[in-house]
């Protein structure tokens, strides 16, 4: 399409232009939903930072074991509000949906009766919550930056009431320091990284080593995001992947990036001693409108989903999942002592022998290319298989919508009240 291809399009098919050839001016109408949608998440960030600073704080200061208990389930009451937010945005500004399916034939493939199982429906026949496990590593292809925003709204459908009060990411360390979402987001105890892997290895381990046994103890959820590709794919990032696949003899990808091993793997090694059924639970993601070799940002953006007001129509994710224990190669740990965290290069889990990183990153690459092979059939025919099913971005009850809102302080008061009464 060209440029003035834009004046053409429907509206309904804006998305399938790129960013650079859409009408770059906005009527009053998406100007004021614009405003509207920058206003209502920032008043709502706001309010969830300004609760974890001036209420949660002091609660963590104080040297009570149950003030600790107090602040760390509140901090997960704000990580909830925050995720019901995600959700509240994609409903009032950027309406979309999931199209969930499930492997059938290849790797971590699912059965007809264990998707039968899965898949919850009202008496309408609607999907209402999917019955996956609540302790799990998530991976997936990295095509556009609001992929995390999606994965995120994903776990809400978890479960009768979501796991997106226990995701947890890894980040860039400057990011901790960013306002209002900077600080939010090392209240929710994410990991700050400092892309230098002699030290970051360490740090890696051990926090998700304590969040593990953790979550084991407290039987709580737990779910780790990670990009194994690093970033998404793009004219800078495909050369780049195109030259390594080359230069190290190995076959490149057409759809998607080599991905890289090594994070992915230390996190499992930390994970998996300390959740015995952990399992990994793969996505392979795509959005209509990006062609086949096309590149997702030129497509969307924050920018251009929430304030242009141009969302994917729907989002299609195809699900395989593995029992780390059982199905992923990720070595021998028999020797790790599950109650203690790693704190130093010599642990087991931070020092993997040569042998078992290659095994690993020959079954990921293989993954990866069964995962390249999925989203060109998709590109064929628009579909990753049947059966599949869509859930509407929608909040459940209005309960969640108060708490995306940030009208959740009343119910956290109450809440330490009645713990401290107690």
């Excluded at 609540?134 to 459908?157: E, G, M, P, R």
Aim: glycine content about 6%; some cysteine.
């Amino acid at each position: 399409m060209t440029a003035t291809n834009a004046t053409t399009t429907s509206p309904e098919l804006y998305y399938t232009l790129p960013i650079s050839q859409r009408s770059k001016s906005l009527t009053w109408t998406r100007t004021l939903l614009a405003t509207a949608a920058a206003i209502v998440f920032a008043t709502a960030c706001l309010t969830i930072n300004a609760t974890q600073i001036g209420f949660l704080l002091p609660l963590r200061l104080l040297p009570f074991q149950w003030a600790r208990q107090i602040y760390t389930d509140c901090i997960r009451f704000t990580k909830r509000a925050f995720g019901c937010l995600l959700i509240l945005m994609c409903q009032w500004f950027a309406p979309t949906s999931l199209v969930i399916s499930f492997e059938r034939e290849g790797k971590g493939r699912f059965t007809p009766e264990q998707i039968e199982r899965i898949v919850r429906k009202d008496q309408d026949g609607r999907v209402v919550s999917l019955d996956l496990p609540s302790k799990f590593v998530l991976i997936a292809n990295h095509q556009v930056y609001a992929d995390w925003w999606y994965a995120w709204c994903f776990t809400y459908f978890i479960g009768a009431n979501g796991v997106h009060d226990s995701v947890f990411i890894t980040l860039k360390k400057s990011l901790q320091w960013l306002p209002v979402l900077g600080w939010a987001m090392r209240f929710y105890n994410f990991i700050f990284l400092a892309r230098s892997w002699v030290s970051d290895r360490v740090q890696l381990s051990t926090h998700l080593s304590a969040l593990g046994k953790a979550a084991e103890q407290e039987d709580s959820p737990l779910v780790f995001f990670l990009y194994p590709e690093g970033t998404v794919v793009s004219k800078d990032t495909r050369p780049i992947s195109k030259k390594f696949a080359d230069k190290t003899g190995i076959d490149d990808m057409t759809n998607v990036l080599l991905p890289r091993s090594t994070g992915l793997h230390y996190s499992l090694r930390s994970l998996g001693p300390r959740i015995p059924d952990l399992k990994l639970l793969d996505i392979t993601t795509v959005y209509p409108g990006i062609p086949p070799m096309g590149y997702g940002q030129s497509y969307y953006t924050l920018r251009s989903i929430f304030l242009h007001g141009i969302p994917p129509p729907t989002i299609h994710m195809h699900l395989r999942m593995f029992d780390v224990a059982t199905n992923v190669p990720i070595g021998d740990l028999s020797k790790t002592n599950a109650a203690v965290n790693p704190r130093s290069s010599s642990a087991v889990e931070v020092e993997i022998p040569e042998k078992e990183k290659a095994s690993f990153d020959v079954w990921l690459r293989e993954l990866w290319h069964e995962k390249d092979m999925s989203m060109t059939k998709w590109f064929n025919g628009a579909s990753f298989g049947e059966p599949s099913f869509e859930i509407p971005l929608r909040l459940r009850n209005k309960t969640d919508m108060c708490n995306g809102l940030g009208f959740f302080l009343p119910t956290i008061v109450g809440y330490v009240c009645s713990r401290i009464g107690k």
